[in-house]
């Protein structure tokens, strides 16, 4: 069955850096968008960032532009996602989704544009 499980969370002072991963299996990862999203307690999940099927094509929250990049590696069945200058509201479960490729452009910063999703890591970012 489709399974994504992400791992790389954990505490960290602000200003700091940590790379999420994501590994998939159940699926052919590499005609599958990904994407990654965060849910804060009493928050709605908001997106985070997407990369298209070849990695070509990436898209990013303004909220983590210039400071998150996301990448895939299709031979490993994992996408990442790097985090630097970390702030205290960065602070969430992040969770990354896989999505149809035809949603991509039209859906890739949404959750309706994703079928799957994992149970998330906590990120907690101490000021």
């Known amino acids: 069955q489709v399974q994504l499980v992400e791992s790389g969370g954990g505490l960290v002072q602000a200003g700091g850096s940590l790379r999420l991963s994501c590994a998939a299996s159940?699926?052919?990862?590499?005609?599958?968008?990904m994407g990654w999203f965060r849910q804060a307690p009493g928050k709605e999940r908001e997106f985070v960032a997407a990369?298209?099927?070849?990695?070509?094509?990436?898209d990013y929250a303004d909220s983590v532009k210039g400071r998150f990049t996301i990448s895939r590696d299709n031979a490993k069945n994992t996408v990442y996602l790097q985090m630097h200058s970390l702030k205290p509201e960065d602070t969430a479960v992040y969770l990354c989704?896989?999505?149809?490729?035809?949603?991509?452009?039209?859906?890739?910063?949404?959750?309706?544009?994703?079928?799957?999703w994992g149970q998330g890591t906590q990120v907690t970012v101490s000021s």
């Open positions: 989704a896989a999505g149809p490729v035809s949603r991509f452009l039209s859906a890739g910063t949404k959750v309706a544009g994703y079928d799957y």
């Open positions: 159940g699926f052919t990862f590499s005609s599958y968008s």
């Open positions: 990369i298209s099927w070849s990695g070509g094509a990436s």
